[in-house]
């Protein structure tokens, strides 16, 4: 697969292979401060030896089973105080591929930006943007989709599509990434940000839904009310209160302890 197999305007029409790097997000915000790549680059790689996943966790990937990437956007468009706009346009293009390819499942975005498959993690997305007064200059789209793996060793909250019964190649799922990322980008620069951020609650976990949450002083049952443009969440509580929160300040409680 080369980036002639992408019907897109821009997206993936500059493709770097890698078979193997320390973490694709890494490779291209170095190859930016090098280079002039086109807005749609794309960096890919069969493996990441040190792939970063948010607040400083660590993602993982098998060699030639998974798909890790990273795309650059430049959404000057787009105001820094509403960047959470970009979190949601990469989460509504994943959710989008798997609803497709795997029709049966549940497919759901933890806020805010986990994408499951009945509950169990698939996907995760790291977005580092770089901001030069009021304006986003680029950002970095980093994803990791689990499409061939089989183990997890030992992590019960993760799957892969192949174990979710996803009987087709990585390549076509590449293919339907990149073409439904630019679709999600180019709805978000016409169409706007509260457009994009209605499908997004449309996809959310825990709407209309209740769920139990932990935060810093208990744990609750709750529903999502919404996710603000700065990414802040609220959740009404069963009784009443809205508490709201920015990210990792507040728990899903998505399992049961195996333990009892
Ligand atoms: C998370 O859920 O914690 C986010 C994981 C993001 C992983 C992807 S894989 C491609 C890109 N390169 C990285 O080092 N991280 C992101």
Request: hydrophobic share 35%.
């Amino acid at each position: 697969m080369d980036s002639s197999s992408f019907n897109t305007l821009f997206t993936g029409k500059f493709l770097i292979k890698l078979d193997e790097v320390d973490s694709t997000n890494n490779y291209l915000k170095e190859y930016i401060s090098n280079n002039k790549p086109i807005e749609g680059t794309v960096i890919l790689a069969e493996v990441q030896t040190a792939g970063r996943g948010q607040m400083g966790t660590t993602w993982q990937s098998q060699q030639g089973e998974d798909i890790t990437l990273s795309v650059l956007y430049r959404p000057k468009f787009i105001e820094v105080s509403k960047q959470f706009a970009l979190s949601a346009m990469a989460s509504l293009a994943v959710h989008d591929l798997l609803t497709d390819l795997l029709p049966t499942r549940k497919i759901e975005v933890k806020w805010p930006n986990d994408i499951l498959i009945d509950r169990k993690k698939v996907c995760g997305i790291l977005i580092e943007n770089s901001i030069r007064g009021s304006q986003l200059q680029h950002s970095i789209i980093g994803i990791g989709l689990n499409v061939g793996r089989m183990l997890f060793e030992g992590n019960y909250q993760a799957t892969s599509m192949r174990l979710e019964g996803y009987e087709g190649g990585k390549e076509f799922v590449l293919k339907r990434l990149i073409e439904g990322l630019e679709k999600y980008y180019l709805t978000l620069k016409n169409k706007g940000n509260e457009f994009i951020l209605n499908k997004y609650h449309d996809v959310l976990l825990g709407v209309n839904q209740e769920l139990s949450f932990t935060d810093k002083d208990e744990t609750y049952i709750g529903k999502v009310s919404k996710v603000n443009l700065d990414g802040q969440i609220e959740i009404q509580t069963a009784c009443q209160r809205v508490k709201k929160y920015y990210h990792k300040e507040v728990k899903f409680n998505l399992f049961r302890s195996l333990t009892f």
